[in-house]
Nanobody
Framework: QVQLVESGGGLVQPGGSLRLSCAAS????????MAWYRQAPGKQRELVAS???????NYADSVKDRFTISRDNAKNTVYLQMNSLKPEDTAVYYC????????????WGQGTQVTVSS
């Protein structure tokens, strides 16, 4: 079973940037499409961005042109660079193997809190 550990969240002002990291255990990380999800208080978890094993990316409309997902298969790590952050980006961010076509495949990690506020 793959274990996922997210990090890099924090408090940032509107317009600021953060870079999230997700470290995954397991030798087969490189074969999975990986994704970032987020869950705001009182809302359902939503897909933010995904990246295939050959680095093809896809983004939710709400984050397109502001967020960038990337991966380093040698380090079993997936990243989310978040720029031009808005208060509505406030949420707990999680990573998992999945996409808009594939349901999350592993147990969820603890997530990392992102708060955008002045």
């Amino acid at each position: 079973q793959v274990q996922l550990v997210e990090s890099g969240g924090g408090l940032v002002q509107p317009g600021g940037s953060l870079r999230l990291s997700c470290a995954a255990s397991g030798r087969i990380f490189s074969s999975y499409t990986m994704a970032w999800y987020r869950q705001a208080p009182g809302k359902q978890r939503e897909l933010v961005a995904s990246i295939t094993s050959n680095h093809r990316t896809n983004y939710a409309d709400s984050v397109k042109d502001r967020f960038t997902i990337s991966r380093d298969n040698a380090k079993n790590t997936v990243y989310l660079q978040m720029n031009s952050l808005k208060p509505e980006d406030t949420a707990v961010y999680y990573c998992n193997a999945g996409s808009s076509y594939i349901a999350p495949q592993f147990d969820w990690g603890q997530g990392t809190q992102v708060t955008v506020s002045s």
